[in-house]
């Protein structure tokens, strides 16, 4: 009786195993499982009423924006995105805010793709109460799905080091991230549907970011996504350019801007050069350990010099265009920099004026290249605000960008 039990109970034991492998290969199978979404997780709600006061608080920055308050008519819940994407051939799982109206509807996606940050707390599934962060979740109000990547390094890809102003990851990270928010619409529960309908904007690094995935999107996945409008603004779209400008100021405000991306290129392989070819001492050997997640750009400028004559090497200020030394970095800017092409998505360039970080010129610089290109005036367009600097201008950039997208939308 006890080897009959002993029998049974291994029988039982086979027939669960057979049946639990099963279950699992035909959940391999296509179109039995997401090919991009993992998972989500609620963050918060926003109720119609507090994003008309939220959409409506800058009647001095933007008068014309008093209309949200007739157009923000749902209630917004936004949640946490775990999705799969793939970065140096590896796969890994990266996250993002999606902000979805909770009236049933079929809803056009926008895209808002965030400035510099080094801080994983301030992520934006990290820090959906950000104020930028909270005015773009509002939009979803108006009806909007509107999603935010954290980048890879941050997020559910912490534990990587971000790749900053690395084009190829970058890309590939915004796009598996919508098309993971495609997938969940797919699920009954979800009533908010996404359209195929895209808009997108950047700011600061967003920016850049934006316009690469606005290339990247007309080349080659323009059946994928049906981009109504791009709106770029204050990017460093030509690194080269930005590179020419920080090694040529005596002061520069930012310079963990340089670092930052020294750093990431020579973490991701684009570059082999130790740090000290471009950062003198005490600084290059700071720089791997300030880049950790846990200190703030304030907190990094602090330890290095805006005296770019102290900050760096004077080969790399001096011998840059000519030295061999610097052929890896220099095949890097050009790589990740963004040349004009013949665009087919009405798109605005906007700039602060009075920006210190990111020159004016080089907006100026992309909208006549593009010009040259042959791209009509209602297809692009340049915006100087006019009174901001770098850090204040996200505002009125983002004001006047979603009166613009929501003229687009009718």
Known sequence: MKNFKQHYLILLIIAFSVLFLNSCKKNDEPGNKYNYFISSEYKLAITSEAAKVKLTAFPLISPESSIFGTKANSDVEVNKITYKTTFKNNNIQASGLICMPKTAGDYPILCFQNGTNTEHRLAPTENP?????????????????????????????????????????????ILDLLRAVKELGTDAKIIAKPTKNLFIF?????????MQLQKTIEKDYSSEFS???????????SLEYMSDFITGKTDYPMPYFLAYLLNAYQKTGLIANPLSDFIQEPYASKIPGLFDGMHSGD?????????????????YRTGFATSTKFSNFKSAL????????????????YHAANDEYIPVSLSQKMYAD?????????????????????????????????????????
């Open 129 to 173: 109460q950000n104020e930028m962060f909270m005015m773009m979740e509002s939009v979803a109000s108006m009806g909007f799905i509107v999603v935010m990547p954290d980048y890879i390094g941050f997020g559910a890809s912490s534990q990587l080091a971000h790749p900053y102003l690395h084009a190829e990851s970058t890309t590939q990270s």
């Open 202 to 210: 950047g700011y600061s690094q967003g920016g850049w970011a934006t």
């Open 227 to 237: 981009l109504v409008a791009s709106s770029c603004a204050a990017g460093p779209y």
């Open 299 to 315: 907190a990094i400028n602090s330890q290095l010099t805006t005296k770019m004559a102290t900050l760096l090497t004077p080969e």
């Open 334 to 349: 050009k790589a990740n920099s963004i040349e004009a092409w013949s665009i087919s998505t009405p798109t605005r360039l």
């Open 370 to 410: 593009f010009k040259t290109k042959g791209v009509l005036d209602n297809k692009i367009e340049l915006k100087i605000i006019d009174g901001y600097d770098h850090p204040f201008g996200v505002i009125p950039v983002g004001l006047s960008t979603i009166l613009w997208f929501m003229e687009l939308k009718k």
